[in-house]
């Protein structure tokens, strides 16, 4: 069955929170898990969007679902959980199989957007996961858009950490052997990051001398 504007009852149930009804749905032979209205998105999606743990592991328990299918932006169940810091759900969906490594029509992956919400959890999972980015200098840049495997550049990354002034996550990038003084495809480095607009260094901000301005 569908609403008036193509909604199938699993849809509107987990739009609802309807765990129960999301179960029993689910167990039906012609579930329809991967469905989208016009304009909408998957049940799955918006699980993912809403943060319902309970509807997301009642979706996944039904046959064929995709964890990987993406809205209209080319984003992933994992990147919309990330985006919306629902960490519970994109930990889930990440044991559940689904990929670290699927990026949005733009070219943001679940890695990159952990980096930007300041997630240094999911980033630590992420990159144990096998996320696809590059530490070392001699492969730090990013490959081509055409390319087939897209790579994160660490030191981008870690810039973006310096101008969120995001200790905890520069600190994780660091281990992986980031080196602040190498500068990106744009001139700047997380060195120069820090000293241009917060006129002060990695070792301060690792050390938790926040700048007064940053919230």
Known sequence: ??????????????????????SALCKGSDCPINT?????????????????LGVAKALCTAKNVDLNIVNHAGATPLSTATQCMHTEIAKFLLAAKANVNAITDNHISPLKIAVLTK????????????????????????????????????????EAAALNCDAPMLKLLMEHKVDPTLQTENGQSVVSVLKDQFDTTVEELLAGAIPEHVI
């Open 1 to 22: 069955l569908a609403g008036r504007t193509g909604e199938t009852a699993l849809y509107l149930a987990s739009q609802e929170g309807h765990v129960d009804v999301v």
């Open 36 to 52: 989208r209205a016009e304009g909408l998105v998957s049940p799955l999606f918006m699980a993912a969007h809403t943060g319902n």
């Open 119 to 158: 997630n240094t959890e999911l980033a630590d999972l992420y990159i144990k996961s096998g996320a696809n980015v590059h530490f070392k200098r001699s492969e730090n840049a990013h490959d081509s858009p055409e390319s087939k495997h897209f790579y994160d550049n660490a030191n981008v990354l870690a």
